[in-house]
């Protein structure tokens, strides 16, 4: 009795410990507000738009909304560099679980976890120009929804892209530089049928998107599957450059499926 007692006791100071080392850490890790609302408390993680990461990894409609939440902040001047500590390092060292997957330009002026403001191991980043794929990006998409098991994907564009530039203009490009300009024509001679004056690259770096959404749409064998059945939702948006903002395309957020479980999830590592 009384050793099970003194169990419970160095038990309960164990956790106590563990608690306090979790505050400190916080503490150390995130800024101070100019208000005296406690870190951390739900009133601050309200006004921080916090959501929380395995409930976003276990259904994508919520990562989206903690997307959102993170851009918010990063708009409003309230980045709270989430997850980047030493002990989230060695908690990720051995696998992850990225809740969502970007597919993004390259452009250096689009950083992704620190648009979303987003930390170690949340996000899935393929990166090329214009965010033109073929067959590397396919498969790193599909690593990280068939084996990471994440559900989300959202293709991203920017505002003022080169890459889409140069397919709307259409220079002589040395090099390999053919290869993005070709695959970006098809959005662009589209949004030049349509006579978008000047509007045209603003119009055709969203029909961009919009293509590339519905390209890993069809995706077979794996997203297309996943799509239809709801296991994975796959969105676009476009990111402001003067803003900070990321802006869903409303056509690429209509008519998604409900989301639906996989049966049995696949390997986290
Ligand atoms: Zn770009």
């Known amino acids: 009795m009384t050793r099970n007692c003194l169990l419970l006791i160095g038990l309960f100071l164990f ?3 563990q608690d306090l080392q979790a505050q400190r ?10 208000t005296s609302t406690p870190i951390d408390s739900a ?11 395995d409930s976003a990894y276990a259904d994508p409609y919520i990562g989206l909304r903690k997307l959102m939440g993170g851009n918010r902040r990063f708009v409003e001047n309230k980045s709270i560099k989430p997850r980047q500590d030493r002990a989230i ?16 330009c390259s452009d250096s002026r ?16 393929i990166r090329t120009a214009g ?30 892209c080169g890459a889409v530039d140069a397919a709307v203009k259409r220079p002589e490009v040395p090099g390999h530089i ?19 004056g000047e509007k045209m690259l603003e119009n055709a770096i969203r029909q961009n998107v919009i293509e590339q959404v519905n390209e890993l749409r069809d995706l077979d064998p794996i997203l297309a599957r996943k799509y239809q059945k709801g296991e994975v939702i796959i969105v676009g948006a ?12 409303p056509e690429t957020m209509k008519d998604l499926p409900a989301f639906k479980a996989p049966a049995a999830n696949s390997s986290s590592k």
Not at 89 to 104: D, E, H, N, R
Not at 110 to 125: A, R, T
Request: proline share 3%; hydrophobic share 45%.
């Open 178 to 196: 053919v290869t993005l300009v070709n695959s970006i024509k098809p959005a662009a001679q589209k949004v030049r049928a349509m006579g978008m």
């Open 131 to 160: 965010q033109v794929m073929a067959q590397a990006s396919y498969g790193s998409i599909e690593f990280a929804t068939a084996v990471l098991g994440s559900k989300l994907i959202v293709v991203l564009g920017h505002q003022a």
């Open 238 to 249: 476009v990111y402001q450059l003067s803003t900070g903002k990321v802006e869903f395309i």
């Open 43 to 53: 009133k601050w993680r309200a006004e921080h738009y916090v959501v929380d990461r």
């Open 15 to 17: 956790g106590f410990g």
């Open 25 to 34: 850490r916080n503490r150390t890790s995130q800024p101070t507000t100019a």
């Open 110 to 125: 689009v950083p992704n976890e620190i648009i979303f403001d987003q930390g170690v191991g949340d996000l899935f980043i």
């Open 89 to 104: 390092l060695m908690s990720t060292s051995t696998g992850q679980k990225p809740f969502a997957t970007i597919v993004g």
